[in-house]
């Protein structure tokens, strides 16, 4: 299994505030790499897939980069709506792998 | 547009099995991968494996191969998970979820990820 690892695995922060998670994978994965939102109670909700593509409907503040290991999901201006954990997940090999998650708290 | 609707909540016995469906609805099913996910109490996500209803394939995660078997009904659109040999580090919601792939006009790849999630379904495994 290809192993991600996020970072950090907390962070707070304040509304309007940009803020960064990084995701490496255990080897080369190309672009295979989406990004997920999940909020306490509610299934994960896909934000970026392809490392940087956005999905239909996610509000431009998202973004993704990265390519091969390092990946970084960044927002930019939080909204309070942001404060969530998110997840990176490799799609590179049919066996899926998840990042550990990062908790986005209100500072 | 597609709809997943997971069964309800179960309590199993240490050493027994739960059998979780995933019905499916407002889609093709035959044309769709479908995923099992779980998350414990407090805990990240956990990939478990995967169906592709038009073939009856099937990958599992190795952490659960020998322990989870992932069915589908065509005839009802339904896909199931059971998981066997439970403990109590099997307590988690189980989420179904399907896989979506995004093609270049070239016919290359783009992306594949999770895209329709299933509600969940909480498992707690106790004595």
């Known amino acids: 299994d290809i192993q991600m690892t996020q970072s950090p695995s907390s962070l707070s922060a304040s509304v309007g505030d940009r803020v960064t998670i990084t995701c490496r994978a255990g080897?080369?994965?190309?672009?295979?790499l989406n990004w997920y939102q999940q909020t306490p109670g509610k299934a994960p909700k896909l934000l970026i897939f392809?490392?940087?593509s956005l999905q239909s409907g996610v509000p431009s503040r998202f973004s993704g980069s990265g390519s091969g290991t390092d990946f970084t999901l960044t927002i930019s201006g939080l909204q309070p709506e942001d404060f969530a954990t998110y997840y990176c997940?490799?799609?590179?090999?049919?066996?899926?792998?998840f990042g550990q998650g990062t908790k986005l708290e209100i500072k | 547009q597609v709809q997943l609707v997971q069964s309800g909540a179960e309590v199993k016995k240490p050493g027994s099995s739960v059998k979780v469906s995933c019905k499916a609805s407002?889609?093709?099913?035959?044309?769709?991968?479908i995923s099992w996910v779980r998350q414990a109490p407090g805990q990240g996500l956990e990939w478990m494996g995967r169906?592709?209803?038009?073939?009856?394939?099937?990958n599992y995660a190795q952490k659960f191969q020998g322990r989870v078997t992932i069915t589908a009904d065509k005839s009802t659109t339904t896909a199931y998970m059971e998981l066997s040999s439970l403990t109590s580090e099997d307590t988690a919601v189980y989420y179904c979820?399907?896989?979506?792939?995004?093609?270049?006009?070239?016919?290359?790849?783009?992306?594949?990820?999770?895209?329709?999630w299933g509600q969940g379904t909480m498992v707690t495994v106790s004595s």
């Open positions: 979820a399907t896989i979506k792939t995004i093609f270049y006009r070239t016919g290359d790849r783009l992306g594949e990820f999770l895209d329709i």
């Open positions: 407002g889609g093709t099913f035959s044309s769709y991968t």
């Open positions: 169906i592709i209803p038009m073939d009856d394939i099937t």
């Open positions: 080897q080369s994965i190309s672009n295979s």
């Open positions: 392809a490392a940087s």
């Open positions: 997940q490799q799609s590179y090999s049919f066996m899926y792998s």
